[in-house]
């Protein structure tokens, strides 16, 4: 009669397995192959609270290089030009030029961006993030600072380098309110604060024409 043989698993294969095991569950969504870096720009950018009283806009963003770390999460700074506020007063981040703003943001790939009864509008989402966004009206006398994150959702499918993102929204309500990282979900919760008064007012962000152009050809999917 034979014995029955057992195999004894060391903690270094305990823990190769296992890493085996989770792998696939693991994998999320981003751009595939990993890229480099990218180019952002738009068209006409507006910024405008649910009074309705303060109103941002921006002729248009640039951003030079986005850096991407993986292959869903990047950063990068983005410039607006030709920034107004309510229409008529000049305003700029601090320390930059007349109706210029500058401005570092984070980028994250999300899955599936819905709105605000939770219905799913598209596959796949770009959250942004300002690290630190303040910008001044000299006229007025007022400090602006914006904070939290806003998401977008990713029109472009395929195997490409030029992928069209669409930002929209309308008097401090954004059309994406949630996105998911895997399995945690990102909020839509942009604010503004004026003069440091610590009542921050929810903001909308609706941006035209917004393109993300990568270094070469990636495809975006959930892996």
Same mark, same amino acid.
């Given at each position: 009669?034979?014995?029955?043989?057992?195999?004894?698993?060391?903690?270094?294969?305990?823990?190769?397995?296992?890493?085996?095991?989770t792998?696939?569950?693991?994998?999320?969504?981003?751009?595939?192959?990993?890229?480099?870096?990218?180019?952002f720009?738009?068209g006409?950018?507006?910024?405008?609270?649910?009074?309705?009283?303060?109103?941002?806009?921006?002729?248009?963003?640039d951003?030079?290089?986005?850096?991407?770390?993986?292959?869903?999460?990047?950063?990068?700074?983005?410039? $607006?030009?030709?920034?107004?506020?309510?229409?008529?007063?000049?305003?700029?981040?601090?320390? /930059?030029?007349?109706?210029?703003?500058?401005?570092?943001?984070?980028?994250?790939?999300?899955?599936?961006?819905?709105?605000?009864?939770?219905?799913?509008? /598209?596959?796949? $989402?770009?959250?942004?993030?300002?690290?630190?966004?303040?910008?001044?009206?000299?006229?007025?006398g007022l400090?602006?600072?914006?904070?939290?994150?806003?998401?977008?959702?990713?029109?472009?499918?395929?195997?490409?380098?030029?992928?069209?993102i669409?930002?929209?929204?309308?008097?401090?309500?954004?059309?994406?309110?949630?996105?998911?990282?895997?399995?945690?979900?990102?909020?839509?919760?942009?604010?503004?604060?004026?003069?440091?008064?610590?009542?921050?007012?929810?903001?909308?962000l609706?941006?035209?024409?917004?393109?993300?152009?990568?270094?070469?050809?990636v495809?975006?999917? /959930?892996?």
């Amino acid at each position: 009669m034979k014995r029955p043989r057992f195999i004894i698993l060391t903690p270094l294969m305990i823990g190769a397995f296992g890493a085996f095991l989770t792998a696939p569950a693991s994998a999320e969504e981003g751009f595939l192959p990993k890229p480099i870096s990218a180019t952002f720009s738009s068209g006409k950018v507006v910024i405008e609270t649910a009074s309705g009283l303060h109103i941002v806009e921006c002729k248009q963003i640039d951003a030079s290089q986005i850096m991407f770390e993986s292959d869903k999460h990047g950063k990068g700074t983005l410039r $607006g030009l030709g920034c107004k506020f309510e229409g008529f007063l000049t305003f700029n981040s601090l320390g /930059d030029k007349s109706e210029e703003v500058l401005s570092a943001f984070l980028f994250l790939v999300c899955l599936k961006p819905a709105d605000a009864s939770g219905k799913v509008i /598209d596959e796949m $989402g770009i959250a942004i993030e300002p690290v630190e966004s303040h910008v001044e009206v000299p006229a007025g006398g007022l400090l602006l600072r914006f904070a939290g994150r806003y998401i977008g959702v990713v029109l472009t499918s395929g195997l490409t380098r030029l992928w069209t993102i669409e930002f929209s929204g309308s008097k401090g309500s954004p059309t994406v309110r949630k996105c998911l990282e895997g399995t945690s979900e990102k909020t839509s919760s942009w604010t503004l604060e004026s003069n440091e008064n610590k009542k921050p007012e929810a903001i909308s962000l609706t941006i035209e024409g917004s393109e993300l152009l990568f270094n070469e050809s990636v495809e975006l999917m /959930d892996a």
